[in-house]
């Protein structure tokens, strides 16, 4: 797994979330989270404005929201 892929794969998430393809976007949550296993919905949100569009979908898919 390429750390270079997660943001391409958190817009992949969304489409699948918007699309309906819950388990398909499940697959690309756990494929990010083993990569990057802290990141959270949170994270991303503050990486930038345009991934802060994509949050809802995120957490459906199974990113966690923030850090416990």
Same mark, same amino acid.
């Given at each position: 797994?390429?750390?270079d892929l997660v943001v391409p794969r958190l817009s992949l998430i969304a489409v699948y979330e918007q699309d309906g393809r819950h388990e398909e976007s499940q697959t690309l949550v756990r494929e990010v989270l083993?990569?990057?296993p802290r990141l959270t919905v949170e994270? #991303? #949100?503050a990486r930038g404005p345009a991934l802060g569009d994509i949050a809802n979908e995120l957490r459906n898919a199974g990113l966690p929201k923030r850090t416990e």
């Amino acid at each position: 797994s390429n750390p270079d892929l997660v943001v391409p794969r958190l817009s992949l998430i969304a489409v699948y979330e918007q699309d309906g393809r819950h388990e398909e976007s499940q697959t690309l949550v756990r494929e990010v989270l083993a990569v990057s296993p802290r990141l959270t919905v949170e994270e #991303v #949100v503050a990486r930038g404005p345009a991934l802060g569009d994509i949050a809802n979908e995120l957490r459906n898919a199974g990113l966690p929201k923030r850090t416990e």
